[in-house]
């Protein structure tokens, strides 16, 4: 005992002379002296990351991570180490390049989780060709004065580089073996700091990191740096697992489906058999809409009536990734989710794929899109084959004038007008037909307000006074806000379907036809403009204070919980039928290819949702993100809280199994859709060869 004490005296007097002889020399103000652009290098390229994180979640605990710290301070300082490799006149051009980098990274995923919520994949690149056709869209609806900043740490390099050129910094001559011995001695220090922060990960730490499916998470923990390293190697990963990890795929897509035991039939089975569908995919609608008005005027008066007359599912949500409208197009066709990495309709058009689609042209249905934009928007010329569609109409079967435009391309009212005679048509040559008809005109950046119509979304009071006189007082509310100009448009592309349906019914197409309307997902408008909606001071003007007895609570969860969209099937005659409801029941949109399926007398055998009917009072809905929400309460995987949409609380037992079973079905869903699990082995076998050539 006494022999440990004198070691540990020992060491404390080693390191209390250590830290006197550093005083005394000055070593560590040597130091920053004599490495003042690296230091700057360091800091500035940390202080992005660190302004990420507070203006992705603005919460301490997310900006001052210290594992996020430890995280992006490792990574830079591993990069930088190599720059002492360079001479010094040539060490700025190496600095200033990685800063440039790493701010652009940071630059990037700011922009890009302002409009999904999450961070940017290195798969995205293979989505860049489309980036064009909404570049205004991107400039006007997400760019914002935050996602400038980040161009600030290049600027100050800079600065700091004429400064140091002007003392003659770089007139210093280091000999190739000083240089690297600096490297060295950077490079592991950063990589210390990297094994400190790998000791503490727990056990959810990593095997979140692995999943990849909760992107917020690993930023918040790991640091954005080496978020966007690891996401590198996932982005190539399908390639290499297609080759290497098919057996294990297939091993966990046969136990899932072996284990999922579903009831086939029930009351609703077969009512819509024999009938024609027509699909109406509602661009950037939300659930919201329904039911709202302005000064005595509904929002969307059309999806009103259509929602009371036919059987309105209000609790529904879009489970959409990056692929927005493909993503939603995938997942309502074939009940699967989007994938991890890229989208479907990108990434893995040549897939096998289970739909709606191919199952009605089994049953001798003709099916058919129409949309009045680019046919390889979104790869849907390719991936329409793959679903099953047997026509596509796209922009070159409609005539598009400058006129006629709204927004991306034609306008809902023209592009539903040109659709009847092609309906008519369909319809006289075929016994049943499906057909999906894609909108347009309500996509961001619902900019074209002169084009939409009159709708005021302003206040408008009439005042009596003492004398008897009136006067109408108007207090602006929403105009001028996008969520305002979002109700102006919603309301044109609610007209344009009320205007579509009298057209059909005029054309005799309704009689044996079931109206099938969804939203394909939110419009991704800001959380301060919903905060406006339903805190509105009227009488200055503003938002209420949070301490008013008449404010409403809409934080990140309500805003979550508000992306809802809305999903209606409609009859002509089902007015006042037993089939004319509100089902209220919590749903995604995986599961509606189950529910009208059971409908039209069709089966998926590998769909991951439910016929909905099938599991009231116990539906799941999962997200991309890990997310998931039930009737019970609405889980954030990325804060691991939950909140409860009954006012009870839930068990720590359900809360493990739900997010068991999301990440799970995430996994099945990627894994069949990146090792076409469901195509036979032959066809298999050529998707394989492919992917291999193609590393």
């Avoid at 202080?47 to 210290?66: E, H, K, P």
């Avoid at 990495?341 to 009605?360: C, M």
């Avoid at 016994?431 to 619902?446: C, D, Q, R, V």
């Avoid at 009596?464 to 305002?484: A, F, W």
Wanted: net charge neutral; glycine share 6%; with cysteine.
């Amino acid at each position: 005992m006494k022999r440990i004490r004198f070691k540990l005296d020992k060491i404390k007097d080693k390191v209390r002379e250590s830290i006197k002889k550093a005083k005394e020399e000055h070593i560590v103000r040597q130091y920053v002296k004599n490495n003042s652009l690296f230091l700057t290098y360091v800091l500035m390229c940390l202080i992005n990351a660190t302004l990420l994180r507070f203006f992705s979640i603005q919460t301490v605990s997310n900006f001052l991570s210290i594992k996020a710290i430890m995280g992006d301070l490792a990574v830079i300082s591993i990069v930088g180490a190599f720059g002492y490799l360079c001479k010094p006149k040539n060490r700025f051009t190496y600095y200033l390049s990685f800063t440039i980098f790493f701010s652009a990274i940071c630059m990037i995923n700011s922009v890009y989780y302002t409009f999904y919520s999450s961070f940017a994949s290195v798969s995205m690149l293979s989505l860049t060709q489309y980036v064009g056709a909404v570049g205004d869209a991107v400039v006007e609806n997400v760019i914002q004065l935050k996602d400038l900043v980040y161009i600030i740490p290049p600027i100050i390099l800079v600065i700091v580089n004429n400064k140091l050129k002007k003392k003659n910094y770089y007139k210093k001559v280091e000999v190739k073996s000083e240089r690297k011995k600096k490297m060295i001695k950077t490079l592991c220090t950063g990589c210390g700091i990297l094994a400190l922060f790998l000791v503490t990960m727990t056990s959810l730490d990593v095997s979140r990191f692995i999943s990849q499916w909760n992107k917020e998470y690993i930023v918040m923990r790991f640091g954005i740096y080496i978020y966007q390293s690891a996401d590198l190697v996932s982005a190539i990963q399908p390639k290499i697992n297609s080759m290497f990890g098919y057996d294990k795929a297939k091993k966990n897509f046969n136990d899932y489906f072996n284990e999922k035991k579903e009831i086939q039939t029930n009351e609703y089975t077969n009512i819509f058999k024999d009938k024609n569908v027509l699909v109406i995919h509602a661009e950037s609608i939300q659930q919201n809409v329904i039911g709202l008005e302005f000064n005595g005027k509904p929002v969307s008066p059309n999806l009103n009536k259509l929602a009371s007359e036919g059987m309105y599912f209000s609790n529904y949500f879009s489970q959409v990734s990056v692929g927005t409208s493909s993503d939603a197009e995938l997942t309502f066709s074939t009940s699967l989710m989007p994938t991890k990495s890229g989208t479907a309709f990108v990434s893995y058009p040549n897939r096998e794929y289970n739909s709606l689609q191919k199952l009605l042209n089994e049953k001798g249905y003709y099916t058919f899109s129409m949309h009045a934009n680019n046919a390889d928007f979104w790869n849907r010329r390719t991936m329409y084959k793959s679903l099953g569609y047997q026509k596509f109409f796209s922009k070159q079967d409609y005539e598009v004038t400058p006129e006629n435009t709204i927004g991306l391309g034609l306008s809902d009212i023209e592009f539903f007008t040109q659709s009847i005679p092609k309906l008519q048509k369909i319809n006289e040559e075929n016994a049943n037909w499906y057909g999906l008809m894609i909108m347009l005109s309500n996509h961001t950046p619902f900019s074209d307000i002169e084009k939409y119509g009159e709708f005021p979304v302003d206040i408008k009071e009439t005042i009596i006074h003492e004398d008897g006189t009136t006067e109408e007082v108007v207090y602006p509310y929403m105009e001028g806000t996008k969520l305002g100009n979002y109700f102006k448009s919603v309301h044109y592309a609610d007209g344009a379907i009320g205007n579509f349906i009298t057209q059909l019914d005029e054309a005799g197409l309704l009689e044996n036809t079931v109206l099938v309307i969804y939203g394909d997902h939110d419009a991704r408008l800001p959380k301060n403009d919903y905060n406006r909606l339903y805190n509105y001071d009227k009488e200055n003007d503003k938002v209420l204070d949070k301490d008013d007895p008449n404010y409403k609570e809409y934080g990140s969860y309500q805003y979550e919980l508000g992306r809802k969209v809305p999903f209606i099937i409609w009859t002509k005659d089902m007015a006042g039928s037993k089939y004319n409801q509100e089902i209220t029941e919590t749903m995604g949109m995986y599961d509606a290819m189950p529910t009208l399926g059971n409908m039209l007398g069709v089966y998926n055998e590998y769909q991951l949702g439910h016929d909905i009917f099938n599991v009231l009072g116990q539906n799941i809905v999962c997200f991309p993100n890990g997310n998931w929400v039930t009737n019970k309460a609405y889980f954030n995987s990325q804060k691991i809280e939950y909140l409860s949409l009954n006012g009870e609380a839930i068990s720590e037992e359900e809360i493990k199994y739900n997010t068991e079973y999301t990440n799970k079905l995430l996994e099945v869903s990627n894994e069949m859709i990146v090792y076409n699990l469901l195509a036979k082995d032959e066809e298999n076998e050529k998707i394989l060869k492919e992917v291999e050539k193609g590393i």
